[in-house]
């Protein structure tokens, strides 16, 4: 996966974590989040999903990074939820074995879904937050879940 950082460029995953882990342990007495969300956008031919990164620096602001891929459109909604949450847990998964693997197993990464109670997604909130809780990470869901809803969803156009 090749993401973009607007103050970095092009990074591959295993950039942006050395990235992340840098400016975790340049400031060792600061309170960090890590958050990874995924949104989509369908048009009438391919599906454009959007992952990103987010590590904030409590009070300080922070930095993110994103992942744009393309895929034929050839699934529903329920199908497309699924597969950003599953693309969120891949990430997440390979960010926390990084970090800890630098000595940064503190840190708590949190899954941004791109689920809420209002609209079509509310029937599904109760799976995918179960398969982010199941899978060990913290789940949020709108409005909170901002790194999905928020940061991802300004790339998905």
């Known amino acids: 996966m090749i993401f973009n950082s607007p103050t970095r460029g ?3 995953l295993e950039q942006v974590i050395a990235d992340l882990s840098e400016f975790v342990q340049s400031c060792p007495d600061s309170h960090f989040k890590i958050i990874v969300g995924t949104d989509s956008h369908h048009s009438r031919e391919e ?11 409590a009070g300080k602001g922070g930095r993110f990074y994103y992942s744009k891929e393309r895929e034929p459109a050839k699934i529903n909604l329920k199908q497309r939820i699924f597969y950003e949450t599953s693309k ?9 074995e990084s970090l800890a693997a630098a000595g940064l ?3 708590n990464v949190e899954i941004h879904l ?12 109760r799976e ?16 909170d879940s901002y790194g999905a ?4 969803d300004k790339y998905t156009k």
């Open 47 to 57: 599906v454009c999903y959007v992952t990103a990164i987010i590590v904030l620096r």
């Open 10 to 12: 092009q990074l591959t």
């Open 105 to 107: 197993d503190d840190l």
């Open 114 to 125: 791109d689920v809420g109670e209002q609209g079509k997604t509310k029937e599904i909130i």
């Open 128 to 143: 995918v937050v179960g398969m982010v809780t199941g899978s060990g990470f913290d789940a949020k869901i709108k409005p």
């Open 88 to 96: 969120s847990l891949r990430v997440a998964a390979t960010v926390t």
């Open 149 to 152: 809803s928020k940061v991802a």
